[in-house]
Every structure is written in structure tokens, then in C-alpha cells.
């Protein structure tokens, strides 16, 4: 369908907003390609958006990343009413990038989809090209083998290569520590691992007791220190941005019951002793575990 000008898009002060009618339940009047028109005209150079107008690939990079982490917190607050709303933000990102690369005569959208459509067919011969393979361990292997053969034709040769960098650390850390145990660079039990990450605590605490104290060391013993940590979360089959972000949601949850606590009891944070706070934070600990 065609977008209307006067009921899909207006410009008001410099600012783009953008209207939609959406139908009750599962149905929508706009398609993907109502997206990638309304992208076009907030991109036109005479009529369009000044702030869509002055990005390029690298100054969208944020936005994807905030939008993809916002998809993320979405599910993992089981928020699956709020998901709709984010998945299309993410989306947005992906058209707008399409849009630049057509501008540049790079690549558009129906290039995108092409490329994730072959690549999803070759790589589920089990589905698209009648393969039998008998376990889900058989399958994963064929995955893999396919992806090495796509780097060597890629020409990457190193076992680390195209491992983005700007992936969060941990997450980063994770895949290379997968990467390297492909090829046999692991332990094949759980107590070295753990040994390591004991090693490298002592590591860090004799850095910390050296006179002058060395900062960068210190620094470097940490991350050897996070990256034995991560490690051992993947031995356990725990993803560790998963892990973290649970313990940053669980953390803020219980020191808001400590500020409510204090809050209650007339006083303020300020005025509290480290050992009334610590008394308020086992009693939020203790009224969570008995519910």
C-alpha cells in the first residue's frame, strides 16, 4: 500500500512523528513496505527529517545496540505486551541501515532478506534439503562445519577471526573462549576451571598488596580474573550477560526495599549506620525467601 501523506507522516517543528492506524488483534494496514517508504521519506532530502537526514551507518550503532538491549530486558521482564513495540524500534534500525546502503548504492532490503534466507536454507540442509540427521548434536556439528567453511571461504584463517569487537565483554569473552574449545583449547572437567578462577583471585589480592601500587596491574589481573569467571559460567551452560543482568535486577529490587525500609522507620539513607542498612538488606532477603 501507499502511505498517505496527510495520515501516515507529519513534520511538526523540526520533528519527525509518524502516525499509524493499527487494527485490533493480530492484523495491521501497514506491511514492511509501508516501513521502508515511510524511511525513504523521512531520508527525502528536500521534505525529510533533519535528524534522519544527518545520520550515517556509524552514528545509528548506538541506537541499534540500546534497541536490542531493550528487546532483551523486554523478555526477560516477561513483558511480552511491551514486545511488539520494541521489535519494531529494532526493526527500524535494520530499514534504516537498508536505507543508507541503497543511497550508497551498497545494498538494500531485498539484498538483506536474500542473504538471510540463503543463509538459513545452507545451513538447515536437515529441513530444506531432505538431510537426515538423527540428533540435535549431529545437526549442531553440521552448523558449525558449514560456518567454518563460509570463514574459509571468507578467507579468515585464525580461530578468532570475526569475532566482532564491539560485542559487550562478556559476551565477547564467551565467544571466544567457544571459539578456542572447538579446537580442543579447554579443560574437559569443571575443577581446573574452578582452580583458575581461585588462581587468578590470589593474582589480583597480591597485586593489590604490592607497595607502590600498580593500577594497570591491577587492571590486567582483573580481567584475567572476569575472563576465568566467565569461563566457568560457560562450563556451567550459564550465559554470563544473562547471569549479570539477574543480579543487577535482584540487587536494585532489594536496595529499593532497603530505601523503602529506611523511609518507613522516618529516617533517610544518609542518617543510617552501614550496619542498620546491612540489618534492613537481610530482612528484604528474609521477606523475599519466605514468599
Not at 551452560?237 to 540487587?251: I, T, W
Request: one cysteine or more; glycine letters at 4%.
Amino acid at each position: 500500500m501507499k502511505l498517505n501523506e496527510h495520515d501516515a507522516t507529519k513534520f511538526e517543528r523540526g520533528k519527525c512523528e509518524v502516525s499509524t492506524k493499527t487494527e485490533e488483534g493480530m492484523t495491521s494496514e501497514f506491511t514492511v513496505q509501508s516501513l521502508l517508504e515511510i524511511m525513504t521519506k523521512l531520508r527525502d532530502p528536500n521534505t525529510g527529517c533533519p535528524w534522519d537526514l544527518a545520520q550515517q551507518f556509524d552514528s545509528i550503532v548506538p541506537f541499534t545496540l540500546e534497541e536490542a538491549y531493550e528487546v532483551a530486558d523486554t523478555i526477560e521482564r516477561v513483558a511480552l505486551d511491551e514486545l511488539p513495540s520494541e521489535l519494531g524500534d529494532l526493526l527500524f534500525q535494520v530499514i534504516f541501515y537498508c536505507q543508507l546502503g541503497q543511497e550508497q548504492g551498497l545494498f538494500d532490503f531485498g539484498v538483506v532478506v536474500d542473504k538471510i534466507c540463503n543463509k538459513l536454507i545452507t545451513r538447515h540442509p536437515h529441513v530444506f534439503a531432505e538431510q537426515d540427521f538423527h540428533s540435535s548434536q549431529v545437526i549442531k556439528q553440521n552448523w558449525e562445519l558449514l560456518k567454518e567453511k563460509e570463514r574459509q571461504a571468507r578467507q579468515l584463517h585464525s580461530t578468532l577471526d570475526d569475532i566482532p569487537l564491539a560485542l559487550p565483554a562478556l559476551t565477547r569473552s564467551m565467544k571466544i573462549q567457544k571459539r578456542v574449545a572447538r579446537v580442543g583449547f579447554d579443560w574437559d572437567t569443571l575443577e581446573p576451571v574452578v582452580a583458575k578462577v581461585h588462581e587468578e583471585i590470589t593474582e589480583v589480592l597480591d597485586e593489590v598488596n604490592q607497595a607502590p601500587l600498580s593500577q594497570d596491574k591491577v587492571i590486567d589481573e582483573m580481567g584475567d580474573l572476569l575472563f576465568a569467571v566467565v569461563n566457568m559460567a560457560r562450563h556451567l551452560q550459564v550465559d554470563p550477560e544473562q547471569a549479570l543482568r539477574q543480579a543487577n535486577r535482584k540487587f536494585e529490587r532489594r536496595f529499593r526495599g532497603v530505601e523503602d525500609k529506611v523511609a518507613a522507620s522516618g529516617s533517610v539513607m544518609s542518617e543510617q549506620t552501614l550496619s542498620q542498612l546491612d540489618a534492613h538488606w537481610d530482612a528484604v532477603k528474609k521477606e523475599e525467601n519466605d514468599t
